[in-house]
């Protein structure tokens, strides 16, 4: 295998594609309290299949955020652990992110496009297709290489949530998740407000209401989240 996939640091299994229903558009959550626009990203978009097979269960999915002799940005390989083998591949932009659905039937990419923007695509993994484009405001990403996502699919399937980093000062944040709807190909309008949390992650996430999220700027470390509607805009978290 090649010597620069030995540096690649998030490993995902894939599962079984079963396929969904694809969504024209794609809407963008920018801010706390702003409503999604849609967007078409296609023109400056970053992110591009190259040399597909469809994924058989037990391959990874390998994200590779600086390989070697390709230019800028990153990639991500698919990867057949038994044969040791790239199956295909995904070129990024730089501070690449990845979620995979439960079923293994979407692969969601996000990367940065300019300044805080970031491309979010849709891609349909049984075909290598991507479904949609569109970008996303103020998405966080890390200085350093992350060892963890900031995006995650509830195991239910039905949402996408992206940490949102939206400064009110130089030395203050206010981070949020922003939610986009896996069936309607839309970002709900409200997102779920995490105050002054920081670069957390996902502990847990059985459904696309209840989930616990690390807050590592919080007392409680670990804050348990249950949402009485899925576009609730503000959320009491509990230890």
């Known amino acids: ?32 309290t702003s409503a999604p626009t849609q967007t078409d990203a296609s023109a400056d978009s970053n992110i591009k299949l190259e040399n ?22 990153g990639r991500i390989w698919l990867l ?16 690449a992110d990845f979620a995979l659905s439960p079923d293994g039937s979407r692969l969601y990419v996000a990367s940065i496009i300019e300044g805080d923007s970031s491309e979010l695509a849709v891609i349909d993994t049984a075909q290598g297709a991507v479904l949609q484009r569109g970008s996303v405001e103020d998405r966080e990403v ?3 290489l992350p060892s963890f996502s900031a995006m995650a699919v509830s195991g239910d399937g039905l949402v996408l949530r992206v940490l949102i980093d939206t400064p009110k000062s130089a030395d203050a944040d206010s981070f949020l ?5 896996t069936r309607t190909g839309d970002f709900l309008p409200k997102s779920v407000h995490l105050g002054n949390c920081g670069l957390g992650r996902f502990i847990s996430y059985p459904t696309a209401d209840r989930f616990n999220f690390l807050c590592p700027r919080t007392e409680g470390p670990v804050w348990r989240w249950e949402l009485a509607r899925k576009d609730a805009s503000t959320v009491s978290g509990r230890p």
């Open 1 to 32: 295998m090649k010597a620069n996939l030995l540096s690649l640091f998030c490993l995902l299994s894939v599962s079984f594609a079963l396929c969904f229903a694809a969504h024209p558009n794609l809407a963008v959550q920018t801010g706390p």
């Open 52 to 73: 597909w097979a469809k994924p058989q269960s037990g391959w990874l999915y390998v994200l590779d955020p600086k390989p070697e002799a390709v230019g800028p940005g």
């Open 80 to 95: 057949d652990p038994q044969t040791a083998k790239v199956m295909g591949s995904i070129r990024t932009g730089d501070n």
């Open 142 to 144: 890390a200085n350093v």
């Open 177 to 181: 998740l922003a939610a986009f709807d």
